[in-house]
């Protein structure tokens, strides 16, 4: 046992004979390696990408809350009333009445 742990410190089984089928295993062993962390770095990319764009949506959501907001202050009868008196609108003291039309057979 003792032998066998001193040949793979020694790095022996690099060198020997048939060392070709180690150097091959560890070949791929890197490799998979390789894609393993290289997988994981875009999975984490991924992640932040989303992050950044929930706050984006969370930002865009309460400005258009604060624009709905200030829209529906403007649109207002009396905003609208008090902005038009300057050039001499004033609303109309007499109800709008409905037009029915009969259709004919």
């Known amino acids: 046992m003792r032998k066998g742990i001193l040949d793979i410190l020694k790095g022996k089984f690099l060198v020997s004979e048939d060392s070709f089928k180690n150097w091959r295993f ?4 890197s490799m998979l390696a390789v894609i393993m962390i290289s997988s994981a770095h875009q999975a984490d990319k991924k ?4 992050a950044k764009l929930t706050n984006e949506v969370l930002e865009l959501r309460s400005e258009f809350v604060d624009v709905r907001t200030k829209v529906q ?3 207002l009868e009396s905003n609208v009333t008090a902005k ?3 050039s001499g609108l004033k609303p109309s003291l007499i109800p709008p009445k409905k037009i029915r039309v009969a259709h004919k057979k």
């Open 26 to 29: 560890i070949l791929f062993v």
């Open 47 to 50: 992640v932040h990408d989303l």
């Open 73 to 75: 202050q403007v649109r």
């Open 84 to 86: 038009v008196v300057s």
